[in-house]
């Protein structure tokens, strides 16, 4: 059964704060994992791969545990713009279909 | 960049009605997808092409059909729709191979309403 589960928020976080999703996928087949970022009434837009070893970008950090088929996403110094619905997701080889989480809303406030 | 676009951005149909949802992505991309976005159940795709005249159901192919008679073209057809088909419909594309290519590209969406 191919699912993606996470927990689907709201987080609700004022300016500054680090705020950390999770993500765990049924599959241990899955060979890709992203993160995706989408905008109130707008498309989904990659904010990240992730990888085995960690990664990170800026004021995102993402990594994955296979043992655990667990994938986390972690916000730091959270801005107003970062404000949006977070989607995470696999793949079960290159080039595939996307299998998406419901996504996790996040909500910055001042 | 990448860009993929998409016929409409917002169509009102009639029960019964065909509709032709179509989507254009200007990368030469192999992959193309069709997935529609509903409250509570998220991105569920419906369709998707690895190449020309080829395509593949995807998780809720019913009441659909698709047709990619060029590379760049993708389409989505409700042969007759329903109101259980108002939804707001995604069309994407990615490259193939590398992990690099793997991104999907989204077009910026039909809301699609069946009255």
């Known amino acids: 059964r191919k699912e993606v589960e996470q927990d689907p928020g709201p987080f609700n976080v004022p300016e500054g704060a680090t705020v950390a999703f999770n993500c765990t996928y049924s599959?241990?087949?899955?060979?890709?994992f992203f993160w995706y970022r989408q905008d109130c009434r707008k498309e989904p837009k990659l904010l990240m791969s992730?990888?085995?070893s960690g990664n990170e970008d800026g004021r995102f950090t993402a990594q994955l545990n296979r043992a655990s088929q667990y994938i986390s996403l972690l916000i730091r110094d959270s801005k107003l713009s970062d404000s949006a619905t977070y989607l995470c997701?696999?793949?079960?080889?290159?080039?595939?279909?996307?299998?998406f989480g419901k996504g996790t809303t996040l909500s910055v406030s001042s | 960049d990448v860009k993929v676009t998409q016929s409409s951005r917002y169509l009102v149909k009639r029960t019964g009605e065909k509709v032709f949802l179509e989507c254009v992505q200007d990368?030469?991309?192999?992959?193309m997808f069709w997935y529609r976005q509903d409250p509570g159940l998220g991105l569920r795709l419906i369709y998707f092409?690895?190449?020309?005249?080829?395509?593949e159901k995807g998780d809720i192919p019913e009441g659909y059909s698709v047709s990619r008679e060029k590379k760049e073209r993708f389409s989505l057809i409700l042969e007759s729709a329903s109101t259980n088909q108002t939804s707001m419909y995604l069309c994407?594309?990615?490259?193939?191979?590398?992990?690099?290519?793997?991104?999907?590209?989204f077009g910026p969406g039909t809301r699609l309403l069946v009255l």
């Open positions: 997701v696999v793949t079960l080889q290159a080039g595939t279909a996307l299998i």
């Open positions: 994407a594309s990615s490259g193939a191979g590398t992990a690099y290519q793997e991104t999907q590209y």
């Open positions: 992730v990888y085995s």
């Open positions: 092409s690895y190449d020309v005249k080829m395509k």
């Open positions: 599959n241990s087949a899955s060979q890709s």
């Open positions: 990368m030469d991309h192999e992959n």
